[in-house]
């Protein structure tokens, strides 16, 4: 378990946080590139680490995200004209581009040069794999994005989903990295009891954890007969992204679980094939129009009480949903961890908080993240496969999940 201290150092991330200037470091996938379809197409509303803002693709197709209160009196940008390469406010036509800058006071005299001293806060923005991505930290430290491999492959080859998650960042993160869950959470349910899926069965799963460069490696080792062992390695990559282990079809899964503030997150998926174009997808939940899961809390997440007792170890259809049942669930939206009794099993979450707290408490002597600045590191897959005894996790890691140069082509 955290005290209470720590426990509020590394979940909270609003303005002036700890955890926040942190996350503040990285590049984060905020928004799906869909959602700002065309040049001059309505804005949308961001809020993220705790701060509300507004995001546009201007004239020429370029993203500009900014604070989204107009300067002159408090209006809100949101409501705002995309056009001519800026927002124009409609309180009194004050007008903005994507770099905050003040490029037209129409209520103003055409004499006066009072815009050149009024600016709301811009943040970079990139268009990379089909994601809308933004940096909120100290401009002379702005790193590359993530050589993620899904940002790489042809657009054909990828497909990422977007859903709201009513809970701390931290709790999605947690589900992530913690392999022992599949063996109960998704599991079937038949004659005979309730039975994991596939190589899952073995429920008592032995891990290991390294630290690497872009975060930690987390294996949890399974017994599959008298000669191998199932593997699972999930890669935790900084500040709060994940690769499920394996390869389902062909393809691998993405997961970052981005905070909108201290109660909230975007939970991003992104499906992809480095190899191949992906067969027709859809989004891995039903969401509505703002991203909000059609299963949630206000409906029990439409738990079926009699599919629990015959087919379904949780009655709720939809292995993510599944996840988000809980998660969001957990003594409220930000767990009290100060109440946790963790196990063996809870190896991968224990080192995953440790590491965090690490990262904040260096931030806060100074000392800056090497992530952000090593950007090729995140060319990973993950894994999960039989391998023989004898075989070490180390060694199936370094074979299989870490991508070489060429697999980037023409990319450094």
């Not at 969001?328 to 939206?333: H, I, N």
Request: aromatic residues 8%.
């Amino acid at each position: 378990m955290l005290n209470a201290e720590d426990n509020k150092l590394i979940t909270q991330v609003g303005p002036g946080t700890p955890m926040g200037e942190l996350f503040r470091r990285y590049w984060l996938p905020a928004m799906l590139a869909t959602e700002l379809p065309a040049p001059d197409c309505p804005p949308v509303k961001l809020r993220l680490l705790g701060e509300d803002m507004v995001a546009f693709r201007a004239t020429s197709g370029r993203v500009g995200v900014i604070e989204t209160w107009c300067p002159h009196r408090n209006a809100n940008l949101f409501w705002g004209r995309n056009e001519e390469e800026g927002l124009r406010c409609v309180y009194h036509g004050w007008k903005f581009d994507a770099e905050g800058r003040c490029v037209d006071m129409p209520n103003e005299p055409p004499t006066s040069r009072f815009n050149t001293k009024v600016s709301v806060a811009a943040y970079p923005a990139q268009e990379r794999g089909g994601v809308i991505w933004v940096y909120m930290g100290p401009t002379e430290m702005t790193p590359r994005v993530p050589d993620l491999e899904w940002t790489l492959v042809p657009e054909s080859h990828r497909y990422a989903s977007k859903r709201i998650q009513m809970c701390n960042w931290l709790q999605n993160l947690e589900g992530e990295v913690d392999s022992s869950h599949v063996s109960f959470l998704h599991s079937n349910v038949g004659p005979d009891g309730f039975g994991a899926i596939g190589n899952n069965r073995d429920r008592h799963p032995v891990f290991a954890v390294a630290e690497t460069d872009f975060g930690l490696a987390i294996s949890a080792r399974r017994d599959a007969g008298p000669d191998e062992y199932y593997w699972r390695i999930t890669p935790y990559m900084m500040p709060a992204y994940t690769i499920i282990p394996g390869r389902l079809g062909g393809s691998y899964a993405f997961t970052g679980a981005v905070p909108i503030d201290d109660t909230s997150m975007i939970g991003l998926t992104v499906i992809w094939r480095p190899e191949a174009p992906l067969p027709g997808m859809r989004p891995f939940v039903p969401v509505d129009d703002k991203f909000h899961t059609l299963q949630n809390k206000s409906n029990d997440y439409l738990i079926d009480r009699q599919k629990q007792k015959t087919e379904s170890f949780t009655g709720i259809d939809n292995i993510r949903m599944q996840d988000v049942a809980v998660q969001e669930d957990q003594r409220g939206p930000l767990s009290e961890r100060t109440k946790e009794h963790l196990g063996t099993s809870d190896l991968g979450v224990i080192a995953t908080r440790r590491r965090l707290l690490k990262q904040v408490r260096n931030l806060q002597k100074g000392i800056e993240p090497t992530e952000p600045h090593n950007p090729s590191a995140y060319r990973l897959h993950s894994l999960a496969e039989n391998a023989a005894r004898s075989v070490a996790w180390e060694q199936l890691m370094r074979d299989q999940m870490i991508l070489t140069e060429a697999s980037f082509p023409g990319r450094t």
